[in-house]
């Protein structure tokens, strides 16, 4: 009897976090699932208002949890089932992850007609960063080079 | 007695968390404070070995610890101080945040020049989703908009 899971399984749980999210007022309709090997990982729902975390989007959030079961901090090999495109901070996460695929469903253009844009991101991050909205200074490079060049002998380096 | 710290304080916070970091092998050399109306709220290194979680920079440790002590995800009239230019997840970030200046001191290029580069996520992110490297695919959206559909009605909608 054959039980792997397929994409359309793995979404599903997905959007099933996504709605069960919203229908018990916990945080925002998005879902993630991060999967290996065809294998179940781990899977968060959007918990920005439920722990007070503007950073624990659904995403990010199961990209933690996925993390602490391997215990590793690198997702080779995994891919993530998410309900909605994933926003910049997300993509950013999931791209240090290591992560090898993106499964989504909603679009951004689906998010913005409910009230969640990321377009002001984008727009951002396509400015130089001294011509942003938000205003950006630099100071004391030089003194902050020291912790670099420290970091040229660190024994931790080879784990990067 | 005047005992108000400046910008140079909190960026030299932000520095000496990224000397620590290295000088005890804890992790990356980067160190970031979160300040509010002159105040230090919470400041935190790169714990991505550490903690084994690849979205632990400091930028986003630190505005979790911020978040967790100020009991709330928006950190309106916060300012970060980061040792080095953010990454595009940490922007993105700062931006869900609602921080309001960023002041850092070394460059991409420096994080760059010791091997720590983010040019690649700003590579992908100017490309449209499907044209990206990392593969992207689109699945059940009819599926998923039913969280969206929900999320109308939601009483949670108000506190975004």
Redesign the interface.
């Known amino acids: 009897m054959e039980n792997k899971m397929n994409?359309?399984d793995f979404?599903?749980m997905?959007?099933e976090l996504?709605?069960k999210?919203?229908?018990e007022?916990?945080?925002?309709?998005?879902?993630a699932v991060i999967v290996k090997d065809g294998i179940f990982i781990a899977g968060s729902a959007n918990k920005?208002?439920a722990t007070?975390?503007?950073?624990a989007?659904a995403e990010?959030s199961a990209?933690?949890l996925a993390?602490?079961k391997l215990?590793?901090?690198?997702?080779s090999g995994c891919v993530v089932y998410t309900?909605?495109?994933p926003?910049?901070?997300?993509?950013?996460?999931?791209?240090?992850?290591?992560?090898?695929?993106?499964?989504?469903?909603?679009?951004k253009a689906?998010?913005e007609?409910?009230?969640?844009s990321?377009k002001?991101?984008?727009e951002?991050?396509?400015k130089p960063?001294h011509s942003r909205t938000?205003?950006?200074?630099?100071?004391?490079?030089n003194?902050?080079?020291?912790?670099?060049e420290?970091?040229?002998t660190?024994?931790?380096?080879i784990?990067?």
């Open positions: 994409h359309e979404m599903r997905a959007i996504s709605l999210n919203v229908n007022s916990l945080g925002g309709p998005f879902g920005v208002t007070n975390d503007p950073t989007h990010v990209i933690r993390c602490e215990n590793t901090f690198d997702l309900s909605c495109e926003c910049p901070m997300c993509l950013g996460a999931i791209y240090w992850a290591r992560i090898e695929t993106i499964y989504f469903a909603n679009t689906d998010a007609s409910i009230g969640f990321d002001f991101i984008y951002e991050l396509d960063m938000l205003p950006v200074v630099q100071l004391m490079r003194e902050a080079l020291q912790a670099f420290l970091w040229e660190s024994p931790l380096r784990n990067y």
